[in-house]
């Protein structure tokens, strides 16, 4: 492919610059790679039943009663 040769051309109709542009557009996105998909959201109903971060060791009892 030389630097010549259109990517690709309109075989019917007149298309409008507007119409072109969507259509560059939707190219551009259909080849780009997918990203990863987004972590699924965990509900705070779930979140709540796990610790806060602290591994259990000495004083954590005594510390679990206090405000965050």
Do not use: H, K, Q
């Not at 309109?10 to 551009?28: N, S, Y």
């Not at 509900?43 to 610790?51: I, M």
């Not at 004083?59 to 206090?66: A, C, D, I, Q, V």
Request: hydrophobic share 40%.
């Amino acid at each position: 492919m030389s630097a010549e040769e259109p990517l690709f051309r309109v075989v019917r109709g007149v298309p409008t610059a507007e119409e072109l542009a969507a259509l560059v557009g939707a190219i551009v996105v259909r080849s780009r790679p997918a990203g990863a998909p987004a972590p699924a959201p965990v509900s705070t109903w779930a979140r709540s039943g796990r610790p806060a971060g602290r591994a259990p060791g000495r004083g954590t009892w005594r510390t679990s009663g206090l405000p965050r």
